[in-house]
Structure formats: C-alpha cells, structure tokens
C-alpha cells in the first residue's frame, strides 16, 4: 500500500458530525449551486446513436481542450467544477498533442460497434475437420506462435499507459482501452488456433521478443505509439493481409479479416496522431526519426529472424519441396517489399515524406530485391 | 428478366440483400466508407464503373460512374477476374481461401485496389469482413452476364486445405 490517506476519516470530528448531519436530513446542497453549462446533447445521426463527437460541445467537448492540461490534475471529468483540495495525481502525460488523433473519437466508436469473439465467431467445428499436410501445419503453428507473442506486449502497451494520461484525454484513453481488448482478443484467437491445429506451439523467437521489449518500455507515450501503432501494427497489418492471403482454409481467412479490421483501425489511430503531432508540435520531427531508426532498426532484426520468415515462406509456397520453396521465397519477398513501401507510404501522408530517404529499411529492399532476381528472373513477380 | 453483371441493378439487388440481413450487419459494426467498382473490358471499350456507399450499417448509395465521386478506393479488375470470384462465391455461398476479395487484391494479380490516400486505403481492411460479407450476398439472386451464361448453380461449400 504506497498510498496512504493524510485523514483518518472514522476519526475526524467535523467529517463525523457533517454525516451525521446529511443523515438527519440536514443536506448541506453546495453542489448543486455550482454555475455550470447546460448542455442537452443528441445524436447528429439517429441510426448511430450517440456518439463522443455529439457530446463535443463547449467545455464538455474536446475542440476547446488547450494543448497543456494546467487545470485538472486529478480523476475529474472534463466539463466537471473543480473543487479545492482535488488531488494532484501526476500524470506522465498533460499535453494534448502528445496523445491526440485526428477523429480519435471516431475510431472508438468503430472500435466498440466491431468487436467480435474469438470463441463465437470462428467457424471452430469446420476447422476442426480441416487436417493440414504435416509441413503446413507445422508452419502455421510457428506463424501462430509468433503471432501470439507479438499480440501480448500489444496488450500490454496501451494498458501500460492507459493510466498515465491526463484525464482530460478519455477519449484516448478509452481508444487504448478497446486497442488492449483487441490485442487480447488477438493473443487468444492466435493461442486457440495454434492449440487446435494438431501442432500446438511451436518456438518463441529471442529476436522478436528483443523488439516487443523495445515497444514495451518507450520513454513516452508518442514514443509508443509512433513504434506501436504506427511502425509495428502498420507492418503487423500487412502480415495480417499476407496471412489471409496464404491461409489455408475459410476458416483462417475470416480469422485474419477479424484481426486486420482491428489492426487497420490502430494504424489508422496511429496516423491521425502522428499527423496531430507534427500540424502541432513540429519540434518533434527529428526525435521522430531518432526513434524510428532505433525501431526499424528492431523491426529488421524481429521480423525477418528464421522461425519468422520460414513459416511464411513454406506457407506461400505451399510446401517444402525445392519449387515449392522457390516460389514461396518469391511471394515472401513481394510481402514484404509492400510491407516496406506501405509503411514509408503511411509515413509520407502523415507528413514525414523525407523519411523514406533517411531509412535504412531500404538495404532491406534491395536485399529482397537480388534475392528476387537471383531465384527466378524470368518470372512474374506479385507487385508488391 | 435475370439482373446482369455488370449493372446498376446487380449492385442494387446488393443493397437490397444487405437491408434484410441488417442484424448480420448490425453485428459486424460501424462501415462507413465510399469505393468504387471498375469492371474492365475484355477487349477495347470501355470499363463499367460503380460507386458503393456505406454508412453505419446500411449501403446507403449505389451509383453508376466514378466521374467526379471521391471514393476511398477503387477496387478494380478484368471482367473475367470478377467474374471468376462471382462464379465462385454463386457456387459455394461464399468465396472459398482462394477467392476471397483480400486474397484476390493482395498482390493485385487479379483484382487489384486503386487509391491515392493509404488512410483510406486502410479502410479495405477495417472493414474487411463486411465487404467480404457484402460480396458473399451475391450468392443469393440469380443473375447472368452479357453473353447470356450464367454462374454456376449451388454447390455445398467445400472447406479447403491447400
């Protein structure tokens, strides 16, 4: 217990006898004199329902929240009195551009109206009757391991800092709350999958967890998100779509479409805060590209490790026959030169154009790119 | 007379699917989002274009023409390729691992997705099941193409491991 209260309350007099008063029926009533801002808010659309950005009004709303949070310091709703002696509960973070997006609100609501269950909404029993070739499975499973390591310090990320913001940004705040139940979701789906493909999990990966660490203890919030939301659920996302592609089943495919829908809404979060950022706090820029050299640089090492890059190989090319391993070289190597170039792609809409330039990520493209003209350069090549 | 594909009433019986299985719909979430549909001719002539529009749990809008529209995306393919997947999803109920509409526009080998904004690019994949699930409808009405054939009839869905 590192919080102690500065009053014995049972042994304070004057708060004693205040109850005792109120419970006689002696109601003191300073609350409710309190000048405040009517407000009767409404839907703007009836088939939505009431939404975060119909309850942007005034000094409720988040149009009018200044830039540095100086006034509550404490759990108070924004638009709520702030009596004396509320106390002052150290948020890390007080500065709205450090943590705000673009439509933030809007994602939450996307957010809320699109979870889904991974125990109810998977075709389980049709899955179940689907037996895969030893080498598939096996491949899927190792996917699947990775997949639900990476999904748990995704969780672990944005319930990290959901406390730390200033209350004012509930908004933000309950964004991160559904991203951790997203992430949660994810990291059981995957584990469920793994469990019933006959294989079970495979091997956890040192270089990827070098990178999940990375992501997990950022010095600030912009820092995490830039990596988290941006960098790594931007790539993340890609694999999803990659994985859909290269699925198995029916079954495998709805289970990627689940997951994307809930990963594209992050990096969409991530972009709009980005953009916030530098419209609003330019200064940042270079630490931006400090820290994203550090994280591409982690992304290099984790998601291009063996027991990373195999599963997708031998799952694209369909086996491990010396063709099959061609041609799943040659899908492999398409991924993810559009992984890379959509990522530097997001980057350049969110206002950071020159960073395709600075990256290193680029020695990574013209690997792929030899690799690619050494295996078969007389055939098509996906566009990537 | 059988609706056709490519045609402003194909996408209409769409819609029209999509509004009596509003709770399906209801249960996959907010889908709000404007694309485009561009069927490329076989030989020289011109592409037949569509707009969609969703917004909350409804298609709201289905237009003919992408002239002037300011779309999210163009999901955009031959003739034969969308033909391929409307084949398939008539067949099965619904498109099967190698004819869902991510697998098809990935590396835009058959489909592909056309877009200025990766923003709203994005929104391929935050909506990606209820497009799938929009597309899947079509499965439900009859309908032939300019040659007269038609899709195959039902199958019971095949669930493959390739």
Known sequence: ??????????????????????????????????????????????????TFRDLDVGSYGFTEMPERIRQNRSFAPRGAALPPGLPDLQAEVNRKSEVWAYNVEGYYEEAMTRQWNATTDIPWDELQQTELPEEIGKAYAQLLTFL????????????????????????????????????????????????????????????NEFNLKFLRDADSFAEASLALHLQAEGMVLTLFRF?????????????????????????????????????????????????????????FGGGYATEVVEPFIILSGKGLKKEQIAEGVRI?????LKQIEEYFERLA????????????????????RQAMAAIAPSTSVPHA | MALRFPSLAFFEALQREMRAERERFARLGFFDTIFGIRVLPESPGAAAEFVLGFEVFDCVRVAEGLAGVETDFVAEGSFSAW??????????????????????????????VRYDDPDRHDKVYRFAESIQEFLDLSARFDFDYPDGSRPPARRQLRRTAT
């Open chain 1, 243 to 299: 994985s859909e592609y290269i699925s198995p089943t029916e079954g495998d495919k709805k289970l990627f479409r689940l997951v994307m829908q809930d990963e594209a809404r992050h990096v969409g979060y991530g972009m709009q805060h980005l953009k916030w950022v530098l419209d609003h706090f330019p200064e940042r820029r270079e630490l931006i590209h400090h820290h994203l050299d550090e994280a591409e640089n982690f992304v």
């Open chain 1, 1 to 50: 217990m590192s919080y102690l209260s500065t009053t014995d309350f049972a042994e304070d007099q004057k708060f004693v006898d205040r109850f005792r008063q109120t419970m006689r029926g002696d109601l003191e009533l300073s609350w409710m004199d309190v000048a405040r801002e009517p407000v009767s808010c409404r839907p703007q659309n009836e088939r939505r329902g009431l």
């Open chain 1, 332 to 336: 492999t190597n398409a991924f993810q």
């Open chain 1, 148 to 207: 639900t390591e990476v999904e748990m310090i995704a969780t672990d990320v944005p319930a990290k800092w959901m406390g730390r913001l200033n209350a004012d940004f509930f908004e933000v705040k309950n964004f991160i709350a559904t991203q951790a139940m997203d992430e949660a979701r994810h990291t059981e789906i995957f584990r469920k999958r793994a469990l019933s493909t006959g294989y079970g999990l495979m091997r956890a990966s040192a270089h």
């Open chain 2, 83 to 112: 033909r391929e997947m409307l084949d398939n999803i008539h067949a099965l109920g619904a498109a099967d691992a190698a004819h869902s509409f991510n697998t098809l526009t990935h590396f835009g080998e058959r489909l592909s």
């Open chain 1, 349 to 368: 809409k969110c206002g950071l154009p020159e960073r395709r330039e600075r990256s290193r990520l680029w020695r990574l493209v013209d690997l792929n």
